[in-house]
C-alpha cells in the first residue's frame, strides 16, 4: 500500500478537514541500468564530498543556502518547518474558481487527499459543495520544503489535490517562436477544409476511456530486449539504426483534403491521419551519387540516340548510291523504246 507523504489539514474559512496526502500517480517504465560500455560493469549514484571524493552517508547531509561565495546558511529540516508552521500543515485554500478556468497547462502531479476519522464529515461536505457549486479551490501547500500551488477538486468520490507550475515558471510562447506577428499570419483554413476537419473530429469523437490506452513504445522496447537475449546479445553496445518517419514541412491545400477526405471512414481511427500523412511526404532530395547516376544516364542516353541517328543517315544513304543506278538505266531503256 502506498504511504503518505504529507498529513495536515484543508483550510477554508474557518473550517479544516484533517487529510493524509497518498501520491495518486506511480510509473512503469523499464529500469534501465547505466553501464560502463568499456567493462559492462554497473555504474552507480552516489552522493560524494566534492573535496575529498568520499560518500556521504544520507544521515549527515543537511540544506545549506549560499549567501556569499564558499558561505552557507544551514538549515535542518526542523528548521525549515519551523519558519511557518502553519504553512507546512495545511492546504491552505485561497480562492474557488470555476472548474473550466484552470488550464491543463499549469496541471502537475496529483495527490489523493485521504480523510482521517475527525474528518470525514467536513471533507464529504466540501466535495459536495464543489461539486454543486462547479468550483476548484486554489490553495498553497508545503511539501519536502517547497511550496506549491495547487488546485483541490473532487475525482469521482475522492477529493484530489493537483500541484500547479506557477506563472514564472510558465514559458511565454515568444520564447518559442511562436510570436503574435507570426501566428497572425498563418493562413486562416478554408470552409470545405474546416467541414473536412469537423467530420473528422466527429467520427473520431469518443467518451474518455483512459484504461484504453497504454504504453507501446515500452512493449516494443521489451520485445528488442526479448530478441536480444535470446539471439545472445547481452554484453555488446549495439549501435541500431532508426527508421524514424520524417517530418513533412506541411501539405498542400489538394493534400490537405485528400487526407481528410481519405481519413473519413477508416476503421483504425487512431492511425487514420498518421498513416495518410506518408502520401504526401515530399520527394526525397537528390544526393551527389543519384545526380551524378543520373546524368551518365543521360550522357549514355544521348549517345545513343547519335548513333541511332547516324546508322539511319548511312543506311538511307547506301541506300539512294544502290537505287540511283537502277533508276538512270531504267531511263536510259525508257528513252531508247521511245526512239524505236
Known amino acids: 500500500m502506498a504511504r503518505a507523504i504529507w498529513k495536515g489539514a484543508i483550510s477554508f474559512g474557518l473550517v479544516n478537514v484533517p487529510v493524509s496526502l497518498f501520491p495518486a500517480s506511480t510509473t512503469h517504465t523499464l529500469d534501465l541500468d547505466w553501464l560502463d560500455k568499456r567493462t559492462m560493469s554497473p555504474v552507480g549514484y552516489k552522493r560524494v564530498n566534492k573535496e575529498n571524493g568520499k560518500e556521504v552517508p544520507r544521515d549527515q547531509i543537511v540544506h545549506g543556502y549560499e549567501y556569499e561565495k564558499g558561505n552557507y546558511v544551514v538549515l535542518s529540516d526542523e528548521e525549515i518547518r519551523s519558519a511557518n508552521p502553519a504553512a507546512t500543515q495545511t492546504v491552505d485554500i485561497l480562492a474557488f474558481v470555476d472548474a473550466t478556468d484552470v488550464s491543463f497547462m499549469y496541471l502537475d502531479t496529483p495527490y489523493y487527499l485521504v480523510p482521517e476519522r475527525s474528518g470525514a464529515k467536513a471533507y464529504a461536505l466540501l466535495h459536495a459543495a464543489l461539486i454543486k457549486a462547479g468550483k476548484l479551490g486554489i490553495a498553497r501547500v508545503v511539501m519536502h520544503t517547497r511550496q506549491h500551488l495547487a488546485v483541490l477538486a473532487p475525482a469521482g468520490d475522492a477529493l484530489v489535490l493537483d500541484t500547479l507550475r506557477w506563472q514564472d515558471e510558465m514559458r511565454d510562447p515568444a520564447e518559442v517562436g511562436l510570436t503574435k506577428d507570426k501566428l497572425s499570419k498563418l493562413g486562416a483554413p478554408g470552409d470545405r477544409e474546416l467541414d473536412m476537419a469537423m467530420k473528422l473530429i466527429a467520427e473520431m469523437s469518443e467518451p474518455w476511456r483512459p484504461d484504453a490506452y497504454h504504453d507501446t513504445f515500452q512493449d516494443?522496447?521489451?520485445?528488442?530486449?526479448?530478441?536480444?537475449?535470446?539471439?545472445?546479445?547481452?554484453?555488446?553496445?549495439?549501435?541500431?539504426?532508426?527508421?524514424?518517419?520524417?517530418?513533412?514541412?506541411?501539405?498542400?491545400?489538394?493534400?490537405?483534403?485528400a487526407l481528410l477526405k481519405q481519413s473519413l471512414g477508416t476503421k483504425r481511427k487512431g492511425d487514420a491521419v498518421t498513416i495518410e500523412a506518408q502520401d504526401v511526404?515530399?520527394?526525397?532530395?537528390?544526393?551527389?551519387?543519384?545526380?551524378?547516376?543520373?546524368?551518365?544516364?543521360?550522357?549514355?542516353?544521348?549517345?545513343?540516340?547519335?548513333?541511332?541517328?547516324?546508322?539511319?543517315?548511312?543506311?538511307?544513304?547506301?541506300?539512294?548510291?544502290?537505287?540511283?543506278?537502277?533508276t538512270k538505266a531504267a531511263a536510259g531503256r525508257a528513252s531508247r523504246a521511245k526512239t524505236k
Open 220 to 257: 516494443d522496447l521489451k520485445a528488442l530486449i526479448e530478441r536480444k537475449v535470446a539471439s545472445g546479445q547481452t554484453r555488446e553496445v549495439a549501435q541500431i539504426e532508426t527508421s524514424a518517419p520524417k517530418l513533412t514541412g506541411g501539405a498542400n491545400v489538394t493534400d490537405l483534403m
Open 281 to 326: 511526404e515530399p520527394k526525397p532530395a537528390k544526393t551527389a551519387k543519384t545526380a551524378k547516376a543520373a546524368k551518365a544516364a543521360k550522357a549514355a542516353g544521348k549517345s545513343a540516340k547519335t548513333a541511332t541517328k547516324k546508322k539511319a543517315s548511312k543506311e538511307a544513304s547506301t541506300t539512294k548510291t544502290k537505287t540511283k543506278p537502277k
